[in-house]
Structure formats: C-alpha cells, structure tokens
C-alpha cells in the first residue's frame, strides 16, 4: 500500500496563510497595547480581549451611543474623533470631552448604574473596536488588569461626570472640569450619618455622586438632593454656620472641594459667584416655604419615609377617578403572577395614592445589599430583578424597609405518582442507596416583588385599569421639589 506524498505546494500555502494570520494577530495585539486605556494590560489579557472585539466604522455625525439607555457595547478608538456629551439636571446639554486615538467609551454599565445622560456622536469619521459589554463582563473575572484599567476609566469618568451634570459647572469647559476634579477629594457617608451639622462652621463645598440626602432644620426636613446635587455653600459665601443638618438617607458618595480651593475658583470666575448666589437666594426662600407650609412639609415627610424618592417612577392612582370598590389593577397582578405584587391605599399625597410596590431604590437598595446569592440584577431599562439565583433565604424581605418584598412558596416538583415514587424507592434499596436524600433540599419558596412586569409587553396593572386612573409616573410629578 503506497503512503500518500504531501503536496509541497499546498504545505507552503497553508503555511503562508498561517504566518499572515499570525502576522495579523500580534498587529492586533500591538494595536490594543499602543491604547492609552489599555496601559498596563499584559499581553495575555489583550489576547482574550482581541477575540471579543469586532472592527467598526462610523461616519461624522453618528451616534455611536445614545442618551437615556444602557449601551450594549465598549467601544476602543483607533481613528478619528468623538464627542462626549452629557445632559445636566435642567435637560441642557453639555461637552464632556473629545475622544481620540488610545481613549474608549461605554464601559460604565460594567460597574454600575451610571451614565444614563451621556451620549457618544463622531465628530469625525471614526474606524472603532466594539466589544459586547455581555461578553466581556462574563470574561472580566480571568482579565484582572484590565478590569483594572477599565475601572479607572470609570471612576475619572464619574467625577468629570458629577461636574458635568451641575448646572452650575456645566459652564465650564472641559479643561476647567478637569483641573477641578483634582482638587475633589471622595468621601463615603454611611447610611443614616449626618454629613453637615446646623450651626458648625462650613469648610467645603460637596458634590453628590451617587446616593441621597435630606435637608433638615430643627428637626423638620425641608427638601432631598441626589447626584448632581450640592451643598454647603451658603456657609462659604456667607463665611456664616451652617443653616441645616445634612444627612444621608442612603450610602452615599460625596465629592469634597476645600473650601479655600473653592473660593480660589470663585475669584478666577465671578460668573459662578453670581449663579451661586442666586441658588443660595432660591434655596432659602424655598425652605422658608416650606417652613411655613405645614401640608407640604407632612408630604414630604411621608415621601421620605416611605421611600418614595428612592427611585425615578412610581405607581400612582387618583382615587377621584376610580370606579367605586374597583381593584382591578390588583387582581390583574394577581392573576398574571399568582399573587398581586402590589396594594392600593399606600400612601396618599394630595391628589394621588402611591401604590405600595418597590420603589426601584437607584442607589442603596437595602435588598440587594443583604442577598448572599447577588440575585437582583438591573435590566436596560434600569428596573432592580430577582434572578434565578435567588435561593429563598428570605434575607432580602426581612431587609427591605417598606415591605414590598414578599417570600412566596414554588410549585411542587411534578412527581410520576404513587407508582413511580414507589419504584424509584425500590430501585434506590436495591443499589444499597440511603433513603435519606444526600442532596441538599430543593428551595420551597422564593423573593418576589415589582420588577414592573419585567419580559411582558405592558404592565397587568395598567393594562387593566378602566379609566387611566392608575399610571407609572415621575417621582417628582408626584411630589415636586
């Protein structure tokens, strides 16, 4: 039987194939090494990475990532540039920053519930590498450094962004931003610590990232502030006392700036001193308002101490335009869930009801901090999701403070009968089995509560109600502050 020559041709092809593919790869590699963002990644991890990233161009003007969702893509920048921009807290839009050759964007929903403003257009024509956030994040746990130099990214991208999104300094160019987020210095309040006292002396201004507070005076809480938010400036323009408490309804991170770097920066822009003043005089003519207005003060009391203000929507009915005894909305919840995940006459704040449901906490959900399983995840649209993971250890309804969070039984595993339960107890004698189970016990219940009918097309609730008077609406339409 003769033995079949190689054909010398095909061997040099193949090799030459080989080679250029080889050629391409380490270019690629290279291509990863010389980005800015990547510094410090070691070979092995951009490797991995290389095979995530897929080749993209983009013409001048595009979006590249849009406003008021999660992107769905890191993007790496290889050629031409991008605009960064952000909407503050009035709806204006502001330049964060030009992206070029070595910077990256979109990694923010890698760490948190972040950037939901920002927006990504090619102010040039753009060749970019896009790598699925999915991916990637299943990969990060074997890519250490690069975990790393993408954290970093993000956390400069959060102060830059806690600038941006202040009225007050989304003026400033991005150069100025920049400089000053040097001089910030991070501080973590504790939930329930008083960050500011009323009547000590102010030594800094401060900027909220991430988290809530209250203003209080006397013991009455006169309004909240979230991210974007800042305070303790009346107390350096004044060079007076602090006229309230602060304290942090959630945990909170704050951005600190000395007050005498704050006053340097004053000095150099007398246009801030002059905004700054007008948010002073607004603020105290607000607080004496609501001082004076005892029905808008238990509001807010009630608002605060119900949570609602925890999250951006809320389920509210006016009760003047439901048809009498109708619960409709309830039963359809029930009827879609097996149990109505929602209650009426939850809290009543002239004219609505808030319906007593999660309140979708955006920073701090005591829930989620108490699961040992990590089984609450945030879908793109931002609404907090028990998963799969959840073993029904109940943590999470013991820990939530509103009680909205319920345990409820699983269906019994189907079984083939008396039959089939006997047989199988026969089978496991004969193979000398213990008839105890060695297996641990299969969860009997699990958490569940208002993920807003997260995979289905519309809410039960809504869809139910005869006369729109149930809706999904805005924190702030219902309590403006």
């Not at 090799?15 to 070979?43: F, I, K």
């Not at 990256?104 to 948190?112: A, Q, R, S, V, Y």
């Not at 399983?373 to 013991?398: H, Q, Y």
């Amino acid at each position: 039987m003769s033995v079949k020559k190689a054909d010398p041709r095909r061997s040099s092809a193949a090799q030459a194939r080989a080679a250029r593919q080889s050629g391409r790869h380490q270019q690629a590699l290279a291509l990863l090494g010389a980005l800015d963002c990547l510094r410090g990644v070691p070979p092995t991890e951009r490797d991995r990475l290389n095979e995530l990233c897929v080749f993209r161009t983009f013409q001048t003007g595009a979006t590249v990532l849009g406003q008021h969702r999660h992107g769905s893509y890191l993007f790496l920048v290889l050629r031409g540039t991008l605009q960064l921009r952000l909407r503050d807290k009035d709806g204006r839009e502001v330049l964060m920053g030009i992206l070029a050759h070595g910077d990256c964007c979109g990694e923010g929903p890698i760490f948190g519930d972040f950037f939901r403003r920002m927006s990504a257009l090619a102010q040039s024509d753009c060749q970019l590498l896009q790598v699925p956030l999915a991916e990637l994040r299943a990969s990060l746990g074997a890519m250490p450094q690069l975990a790393t130099a993408l954290r970093e990214v993000y956390k400069r991208r959060m102060i830059e962004c806690t600038l941006a999104r202040v009225p007050l300094l989304g003026q400033l160019v991005p150069v100025e931003r920049l400089a000053l987020a040097n001089l910030l210095q991070p501080v973590h309040i504790a939930r329930g610590q008083l960050i500011m006292r009323q009547g000590e002396p102010g030594d800094a201004l401060y900027l909220i990232e991430t988290g809530q507070v209250t203003v209080e005076q006397g013991g009455q809480t006169l309004s909240t502030l979230g991210e974007g938010d800042f305070f303790g400036e009346i107390a350096l323009l004044t060079s007076g006392l602090h006229g309230a408490d602060i304290r942090a309804i959630t945990p909170t991170e704050v951005l600190a700036l000395p007050g005498d770097d704050f006053h340097r920066l004053i000095e150099g822009r007398p246009d801030l001193e002059a905004q700054l003043r007008l948010v002073v005089e607004k603020r105290i003519r607000s607080n004496a308002a609501m001082r004076g207005d005892e029905t808008r003060a238990g509001a807010l009391k009630l608002a605060v101490s119900k949570g609602l203000l925890r999250g951006g929507l809320l389920l509210a009915r006016t009760p003047s335009l439901c048809p009498p005894g109708c619960r409709l909305c309830e039963q359809s919840c029930a009827d879609r869930h097996g149990h109505s995940r929602m209650a009426l006459n939850g809290a009543s704040i002239d004219p609505f009801d808030v319906v007593d449901a999660c309140r979708q906490c955006s920073v701090g959900a005591e829930c989620v901090e108490v699961c040992p399983e990590d089984a609450f995840e945030r879908s793109e649209a931002g609404t907090l999701v028990i998963t799969n993971k959840c073993t029904g250890c109940g943590a999470c309804v013991e820990a939530c403070p509103y009680d909205v969070v319920a345990s409820v039984p699983l269906p019994a595993p189907r079984s083939g009968g008396p039959l089939v339960t006997l047989l199988h107890a026969a089978t496991r004698c004969l193979k000398g089995v213990p008839s105890i189970p060695l297996a641990p016990a299969r969860p009997t219940h699990r958490a569940d509560k208002c993920d807003l009918c997260q995979g289905f097309a519309a809410l039960a609730c809504l869809s139910q109600c005869p006369t729109g008077a149930l809706r999904l609406i805005p924190a702030e339409e219902i309590f403006p502050l």
